[in-house]
């Protein structure tokens, strides 16, 4: 379960001390952001990636009017 942070990441990325603290820049975001714990530095970073969020498919099947 663990998700492997690369060394060069981490380097790159702000740490945040804590969850909370790096919650707390996420809800300023204007992008969804999810802080996550690096096992490298063991404090906080945070991700844009949003793997695992789908788009449900029945929006477009649904409410789609033909332009014709
Ligand atoms: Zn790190």
């Known amino acids: 379960m663990a998700v492997r942070t690369r060394l060069s990441i981490c380097l790159k990325k702000t740490r945040y ?7 707390e820049v996420a809800a300023k975001a204007d992008f969804p952001l999810r ?7 063991w404090q906080f970073h ?18 789609v009017e033909p332009l014709a």
């Open 35 to 41: 802080p996550y714990r690096c096992d490298r530095c």
């Open 17 to 23: 001390a804590s969850e909370a603290g790096a919650l």
């Open 46 to 63: 945070l991700t844009g990636r949003t793997k695992g969020k789908r788009i449900p498919r029945v929006l477009r099947n649904h409410d």
